[in-house]
């Protein structure tokens, strides 16, 4: 599967950004869908995870502030981040796992084997 993540941008402090990833092939709904981010000088990390069926998990960092969803008739993933602060500024990647556990999730980058370029979010204080 090819990923293609945009809606990146420069935004102020309290504001709000929608990214979107969009994936070629047609068993999308098959994988466990996350979003990662990786700030300059930090290793790449968790952000959130939408499991085949939907269900949702979130970084304690964005939990109630960020929400993931799917469209699988449209192949995208999105993630809205609303009330973003400085310390979100990150190039945002979104990623597709294969292999998704049955219960739980993936929040490790190593499960996911496909990766979307990223985009960078730069938020302004």
């Known amino acids: 599967v090819q990923l293609q993540a945009s809606g990146g941008g420069l935004v102020q402090v309290w504001g709000s950004l929608r990214l979107s990833c969009a994936a070629s092939g047609r068993t999308f709904s098959d994988y466990g869908m996350g979003w990662f981010r990786q700030a300059p000088g930090k290793e790449r990390e968790f952000v959130a995870a939408?499991?085949?069926?939907?269900?949702?998990n979130y970084a304690d960092s964005v939990k109630g502030r960020f929400t993931i969803s799917r469209d699988n008739a449209k192949n995208t993933v999105f993630l809205q981040a609303n009330f973003l602060r400085p310390e979100d500024t990150a190039v945002y990647y979104c990623?597709?796992?294969?292999?998704?556990?049955?219960?739980?999730?993936?929040?490790?980058?190593?499960?996911?084997?496909?990766w979307g370029q990223g985009t960078l979010v730069t938020v302004s204080s």
């Open positions: 939408n499991s085949r069926n939907g269900n949702t």
């Open positions: 990623a597709a796992d294969s292999r998704p556990p049955v219960v739980g999730f993936h929040t490790t980058p190593r499960s996911y084997e496909y």
